[in-house]
């Protein structure tokens, strides 16, 4: 889900409202992206993207606006009352220069809910705007409040990544991430769509094979030859995937946990290959399918439990197999932000038992001199590193071979927006992935 909508004063108040609901939904337990469509299910496209941005930015800055609304508020106000506080901090937080609209508008909001209540929400607000810098630098001595997350997973965090890396990471997911694109080199390259883009007042920047970021987002159908195929929305580090796999022509690939369809579609992108995408959820394939159509390509997608290998597997082997994991997304939080307060610390063995259940029942599909790349969105070692090292102990007729040249065997990208570390034909710009590449001998 892209971010690029500005907001505008005529709806604001009515998006402020949306985006409360939404908050109230995420507390109760609701995805972000769950919570966004049950709030949003009357409202207006202008209306819809206004409450998202909203949305994200008040997810963002969740820890900080809350820790702010302890010290206006010597009582906690009533529910919906409290929720367009926080997502009105968030954003007078965020942008400080549309203070007076944003503070207008919050009252307005307050006052189609509890006209009673909009004295005390103003006084708030405009107490804020005055004493901004030294609420902020108060609430900000928290480590939870400046990282926007639980205790445990910045522990955790930093004990995977070592502090001044874990801590640049977490303050990096408190921006909007990038907006990169993926070009579909049978139809276009690199070079000839970024002339389009800029001729249509796009500024572009490449950043790997195939990657391409724009330094400001657009809607998805703003991007040129979008609807034609000519580029797709894919993070640089996603990309990375069918890269390292390298698909050659006339390969039988597996895409075991294929939905959206990026990677099944960048495989058949660089390769005449045969590719069998499965997933599990059956909305999710039908989005992998909707995909393939607008970029012209094939593929046998199956609706399927990877584990269940007599429900799908014909028995014959695969040249190479792409194992991208279901886990704890650790290395996508500035996507996805409502992840660090979804996640609970048992669900990282959970998820590690899964993926290893996962290496276990596909691995017998890799041909002998055949490789399985697994991926993982997610720093955690658990995940990563210790996955695979427990892996390998178990089959000795597995080995590590690197995925880039100077690379070390196993690859833990955090996400940064400058990689200093970056090796040949890795962006410097990412989200955070493990990459581990398995030969069979």
Known sequence: MSEFTPRTSAALARAIV????????????????????????????????????????????????????????????????????????????????????????????????????????????????????????????????????????????????????????????????????????????????????????????????????????????DLPGFAEGLVSVQDAGAQLAAQFLAPQNGQRILDACAAPGGKTAHLLELADCSVTALEVDSMRCKRIHENLQRLGLKADVRTSDATDIACWHDGTPFDSILLDAPCTASGIVRRHPDIVFSRRPGDIEALAKQQKRLLEALWPLVKFGGKLLYVVCSVFKEEGQ????????????????????????????????????????????????????????
């Not at 990282?147 to 990471?169: E, Q, S």
């Not at 990412?430 to 581990?436: E, I, M, N, R, V």
Request: net charge positive; with cysteine; hydrophobic share 45%.
């Open 18 to 221: 949306l985006a409360a609901k939404a908050r109230s939904a995420m507390s109760a337990g609701a995805s972000l992206e769950k919570a966004l469509e049950a709030s949003c299910q009357d409202a207006s496209p202008q209306e819809k993207a206004a409450c998202q941005a909203l949305v994200y930015t008040a997810t963002r800055r969740h820890m900080l606006a809350q820790a702010i609304l302890t010290i206006l508020a010597q009582r906690s106000p009533e529910a919906q009352i409290k929720a367009i506080l926080l997502v009105s901090l968030s954003e007078l937080i965020e942008s400080p220069q549309k203070s007076y609209v944003i503070c207008n508008e919050a009252v307005k909001a307050v006052k189609s809910i509890n006209s009673r209540a909009a004295g005390f929400a103003n006084a708030c607000l405009r107490r804020f705007t005055r004493e901004r810098d030294a609420l902020c630098a108060k609430a900000l001595e928290r480590d939870e409040v400046r990282f926007n997350a639980p205790v445990w997973w910045i522990n955790k965090m930093r004990g995977a990544l070592g502090t001044t890396k874990a801590d640049k990471m977490m303050a990096l997911a408190q921006k909007r991430p990038p907006m990169t694109v993926r070009v579909n080199r049978r139809k276009i390259t690199p070079v000839d769509w970024c002339a389009i883009a800029q001729s249509a007042g796009l500024q572009t920047r490449p950043l790997g094979q195939s990657a391409v970021m724009l330094e400001n987002p657009v809607p998805v159908g």
């Open 386 to 441: 210790d996955q695979i090292k427990n892996f390998l102990s178990r089959h000795p007729e597995a080995e590590l071979a690197p995925v880039a040249e100077r690379a070390p065997l196993m690859l833990t990208l955090a996400a940064s927006e400058d990689d200093q570390e970056s090796f040949p034909g890795i962006a410097p710009v990412h989200d955070g992935f493990f990459y581990a590449l398995l030969l069979k001998h």
